[in-house]
């Protein structure tokens, strides 16, 4: 069975523009979390979707923004850009099993 | 606001060393994860532990979660130069708490030949 994926790996930004990022979770999985990962912050919730419908969210700014499609596949947005937006993006799909999740690579983000 | 305590933040062992990794919260968990993540990669998941006081064994690691499941650790037996890495654990709020996983700050694990 196929991990989870994220696309793209890598990506650079410079302040103020906006970002879309794509993962596609393990098939059967409905459940798709996001992560933000940094040196000084750890990895921190941003929000989760199952079933089209964000059911919890982290406290992020309303810049973060996601969406889950009918194939369970997600995306999320990160409009108006900051230096501090720069991290490593993960996402974790889920069964609902004893709360597994099971991470993507990640997608590098740097913003200039 | 659950919080997640992991210590210590770094281990720097000689190869056939064994050690030990805590997690600690004043929260209860429903379920609580280890994971392993090299740089520039994703967290691959070790293992779950549901139960209080459960031990579970994956080859030289061994999982405990506390009987109150607000606390955990991960011992590791003669450590190899392999077992290098982030270790991460993550506890599950169960309830309402969907798809969220708090995680501790990370044990960064190396393991010199």
Not at chain 1, 12 to 39: A, E, F
Not at chain 2, 30 to 39: A, D, H, I, K, V
């Amino acid at each position: 069975k196929a991990g989870v994926t994220q696309t793209p790996r890598y990506l650079i930004k410079t302040r103020g523009q906006q970002v879309t990022l794509s993962c596609s979770p393990i098939s059967g999985h409905r459940s798709v979390s996001w992560y933000q990962q940094t040196p000084g912050q750890g990895l921190q919730f941003l929000f989760e979707y199952f079933s089209e419908t964000q059911r919890n969210k982290g406290n992020f700014p309303g810049r973060f923004s996601g969406r889950q499609f009918s194939n369970s596949r997600s995306e999320m947005n990160v409009s108006t850009l900051e230096l501090g937006d720069s991290a490593l993006y993960l996402c974790a799909s889920s069964s609902g099993y004893n709360d597994e999740q099971f991470f993507g690579p990640g997608t590098r983000l740097t913003v200039l | 606001t659950q919080l997640l305590e992991q210590s210590p933040q770094f281990l720097s062992i000689q190869e056939g060393e064994n050690l030990t990794v805590y997690c600690n919260s004043s929260s209860v968990f429903s379920s609580l994860q280890w994971y392993r993540q090299e740089p520039g990669e994703g967290p691959v998941l070790l293992v779950t532990v549901v139960t209080g006081g459960e031990v579970k064994k994956l080859k030289r690691l061994t999982f405990q979660f506390g009987d109150a499941r607000k606390d955990s650790s991960l011992h590791i037996t003669a450590a190899q130069p392999g077992d290098t890495g982030l270790y991460l654990c993550a506890g599950a709020g169960g309830g309402t708490s969907y798809g969220k996983l708090t995680f501790g700050q990370g044990t960064i694990l190396t393991v010199h030949p």
